[in-house]
């Protein structure tokens, strides 16, 4: 190895160092020296053995050539001269240069940053051995305690199963109070939890099983991200006790660096004590997930999830919408984890990968035409004794250098891209942390750009090569015709068909997203502000009621607040809290036929808060307390499903969520509110008064005030701290951020597709132009004769707007046809109109075949005004 080092270095020094030639050049004198004197000891005169000597050895010059062939520096040599005439050639074709630098750069740029975050995403290792022998059970956070413990006693295929639930409490590092509280997101489960993942802690142990019984004493195992930043990255933390949920809970594992389950941002697990006299026992909350056997076929496992879902149907007696007898599945880990995103990031990257295509096919169009322009250059270096190799290994030359230079701007890209895409991309929970750019993708970019080059001339050096002396006479239609006519047809017809792409596929989500906005939320959502309070299990209801009502009070009377109101679970964000009903006089719903509804805990003043509308009736009010008649209000398709032509007015409802049916008097109906998502079904839902429940478990604060928002949020946390700071404020937003993020794939896919499709169309119009430029150029001496002999310029202009034409249309053909063909890749993210919608099909079309007559009018334009004498006399 020293030696191949030593010789690198040798061949480098001799390559670019002086030192190594004036070495050379001695010795080369030190041995014609030695002849001489050889020579004038046998007696010569010293001007005749000098001379003598000097026809013996030769030429000194090419002696040295010789010597430095045979160190194979000469070859290098001219590469390091042909990279020179590049960059020279470069500095010359500014404009040139600068269109094929930002090609390759924001193709490059854009693929390699959307590889980078697919590659960590879906295809880098989960930090779970076996990860495709984990999977998650149907129904997520909807099974009950006791169906867990019927289900674990018929495992079947899977080794070990484990119940879990997300969770958050707030918490103190330290158990003497010294810190403030905040909330602790952190996950509980069975200890069999670490079993199902097969990865055990780095320092302690995890959970024992009898520690996830009723009684256990508390204990938790903590992130590496926790141990280091909230417990200083001490050892001995093993046994160290935190304050968690008003308790001191005791460390007894780290789970190592890079873990996570089943978020990143979950700080801790803690063992599930499932209780059957606990009424969270018959209570739906978990999610269940299993680990099979080694080299268990898919097959076998969708049976045994079948065999399992029958036999819970033997057990159990369950409403039609959460009837797990029907559909079951089981998810593999890695979807279960990253389902959401998976359709948007392979979307996206389809979308670069035409974008990459498209620069490719700019890139090889200009080189080519380039190369082309060049032809008198080339043939006047092959007159004067250049071979066609040495010619191709210019060209090859001048395409690496421009390669290398587009993947240093491609890098930067890349770079800026991955940032605005991990900062956009729906990676809620912690996954942003998870992907990184690294060195590996810095190398993908400059070999992509090596590739590109090498394909880009290509055709340029094979015609070169294949060519010999023809190359000057491309100056003719028969040339232009024979040479390339073919080759730029079908690059302008590849570039237009990937852009009517990428337009298609823009224009359907800026028509789906426009068509999202307009539908009716049923609230207003301006000027509202919200704050997730997470109050300790250990406070008491009486407790609770104090303090959330003091919070009211003193919000409702901060300067600018209108209205401030309390709820469960706020709109579009929080799900849960549903449970079966019955209604009074209706027979026909009970049992398997139940329907069930959403179920929403509210304060008064919640729907003035909201801007939410009741439409008969009345709200929820002041005296709807413990004690009076339990009421509520419901929802509009509620009203209308239930009692058809009628008023809901004074009608019964019995309500099951809490485990056991309590009758409800409807005293109010509301305007349809969008609880869950934007778009789908609108479930039933029934507001009730929250001084009405027997449990509290903290709240969402909704307040909406005629100041900004982000004005008024620190004096809402002010008081809420002042109060007790105990309670955590886990989550502050405004209700515009809310919506936001409820249309927040559709808003950023079609953020990134206008923008993929606007540098395409850039693109494709650059390609049309420079294809359609460069062809008028070489016909510039035919249209000179032909003007001269009588043709009009109207008709040289209309003819090279046609020829140019041509393959544009035939590009948008192809472009529709693909885009009617992968329609079903973008079904998923659209509302309101379908992936073959006419009006966005024969937008794309228009805008690309406008483009194409505008890339196309301004060579056209020029030759009809190419002067007969001066093109005649320049050829």
């Not at 489960?189 to 199902?196: E, K, M, N, Q």
């Not at 539908?519 to 300790?536: I, N, Q, R, Y």
Request: with cysteine.
């Amino acid at each position: 190895m020293r030696r191949i080092i030593a010789d690198v270095r040798f061949r480098m020094r001799a390559l670019f160092g002086t030192r190594a030639q004036r070495e050379l050049d001695d010795e080369l004198r030190f041995h014609l020296e030695m002849d001489a004197a050889t020579l004038r000891a046998r007696g010569m005169p010293a001007a005749d053995a000098e001379r003598l000597a000097r026809r013996q050895f030769g030429s000194l010059r090419r002696e040295a050539e010789q010597v430095r062939d045979a160190w194979g520096v000469s070859l290098a040599d001219e590469f390091v001269s042909d990279v020179r005439h590049a960059l020279r050639q470069m500095r010359r074709r500014a404009g040139y240069t600068a269109i094929i630098l930002l090609t390759l750069g924001l193709g490059i740029g854009a693929t390699v940053a959307l590889f980078s975050v697919v590659s960590d995403l879906l295809l880098k290792p989960l930090p779970y051995p076996e990860a495709d022998r984990i999977h998650v059970f149907w129904s997520d956070y909807d099974w009950r305690g006791e169906e867990y413990d019927f289900v674990r006693q018929r495992p079947g295929v899977f080794q070990h199963l484990a119940a879990f639930s997300t969770n958050g409490a707030p918490y103190r590092p330290n158990t003497n109070g010294a810190d403030g509280a905040r909330l602790l997101p952190f996950v509980v489960a069975t200890s069999t939890l670490f079993d199902v993942l097969g990865t055990r802690p780095m320092l302690g142990r995890p959970f024992d099983a009898a520690e996830d019984r009723p009684g256990a004493p508390p204990v938790t195992v903590i992130s590496y991200g926790m141990w280091k930043t909230d417990l200083g990255g001490d050892r001995r933390v093993i046994g160290h006790r935190i304050m968690l949920d008003g308790e001191p809970v005791t460390v007894v594992g780290v789970m190592p660096r890079g873990f996570y389950f089943p978020t990143p941002d979950i700080r801790a697990w803690r063992p599930l004590a499932l209780d059957p006299k606990s009424p969270m026992y018959t209570s739906g909350y978990l999610t269940l997930i299993g680990r099979t056997g080694a080299g268990v076929p898919p097959a076998l496992i969708e049976s045994d999830v079948r065999r399992i879902a029958r036999a819970l149907g033997t057990r159990f007696t369950y409403p039609v919408a959460w009837d797990k007898t029907r559909n079951p599945y089981v998810l593999p880990v890695r979807t279960y984890l990253l389902g959401d995103v998976r359709d948007p990031l392979v979307l996206l990257l389809a979308a670069a990968t035409l974008l990459l295509g498209i620069a490719c096919a700019n890139a090889a169009s200009l080189i080519l035409a380039r190369t082309s322009d060049r032809g008198g250059e080339m043939a006047m270096r092959r007159a004067l004794g250049a071979g066609q190799w040495r010619l191709a290994r210019q060209v090859l030359a001048e395409s690496l250098v421009l390669a290398a230079a587009a993947a240093v701007l491609g890098v930067a890209v890349a770079t800026a891209g991955f940032r605005a895409l991990v900062a956009v991309l729906p990676l809620a929970h912690g996954f942003a942390g998870t992907v990184a750019i690294g060195w590996a993708t810095f190398a993908s970019a400059f070999v992509l750009a090596l590739l590109i080059a090498l394909v880009g001339s290509a055709a340029p050096i094979r015609r070169l090569v294949g060519s010999g002396a023809a190359v000057s006479r491309e100056r003719s239609e028969e040339g232009l015709r024979r040479g390339t006519r073919r080759i730029h047809g079908a690059i302008i017809v590849s570039q237009v068909a990937f852009a009517v792409l990428l337009v298609v596929g823009a224009t359907l989500l800026i028509r789906s997203v426009d068509n999202l906005r307009s539908v009716d939320m049923g609230f207003d959502p301006h000027g509202v502000s919200t704050f997730t309070l997470v109050t300790s299990d250990n406070m008491t209801q009486a407790s609770e009621t104090r303090f959330f009502d003091e919070v009211l009070a003193r919000v409702s009377a901060l300067p600018g607040v209108r209205a401030a109101g309390l709820t469960n679970r706020l709109a579009l964000r929080d799900e849960g809290y549903q449970g079966p009903m019955g209604i009074e006089g209706r027979p026909d719903l009970d049992g398997k036929n139940r329907p069930n509804s959403l179920y929403r805990t509210v304060t008064p003043g919640l729907f003035a808060a909201m801007g939410m509308r009741v439409i008969d009736g009345r709200g929820i009010d002041s005296t709807d307390v413990m004690g009076s008649m339990p009421v509520t209000v419901i929802s509009e398709s509620f009203a209308r499903r239930m009692w058809p032509g009628q008023s809901a007015i004074g009608k019964h409802i019995y309500s099951g969520w809490s485990g056991k049916m309590v009758a409800l008097t409807v005293v109010g109906v509301a305007r349809e509110t969008r609880m869950t998502t934007v778009t789908g079904d609108l479930p039933f839902t029934m507001f009730v008064p929250r001084a009405q429940q027997a449990t509290n478990s903290g709240g969402v604060l909704v307040v909406r005030s005629s100041t900004p928002p982000a004005s008024l949020m620190p004096a809402v946390q002010r008081a809420i701290a002042e109060i007790d700071p105990q309670v955590a404020v886990a989550r502050v937003e405004t209700m515009d951020e809310v919506v936001a993020a409820a249309l927040a794939e559709p808003l950023r896919l079609r953020f990134f597709l206008t923008v993929f499709a606007a540098i395409a169309l850039v693109l494709g119009t650059i390609g049309v132009y420079g294809v359609v430029s460069y062809a008028a150029s070489r016909r510039r001496a035919e249209f000179a004769i032909r003007m001269a002999l009588g043709a009009t310029p109207k008709r040289v202009l209309r003819e090279v707007v046609e020829r140019g034409l041509v393959p544009v249309v035939g590009g948008v053909a192809i472009g529709i046809g693909a885009a009617v063909a992968v329609s079903g890749l973008l079904h998923r993210f659209l509302f309101g109109l379908g992936a073959t919608d006419p009006v966005s099909l024969g937008a794309a079309a228009g805008v690309l075949t406008a483009a194409g007559v505008v890339a196309a009018l301004v060579p056209a334009v020029r030759a009809g005004r190419t002067s007969p004498a001066e093109a005649l006399r320049a050829d």
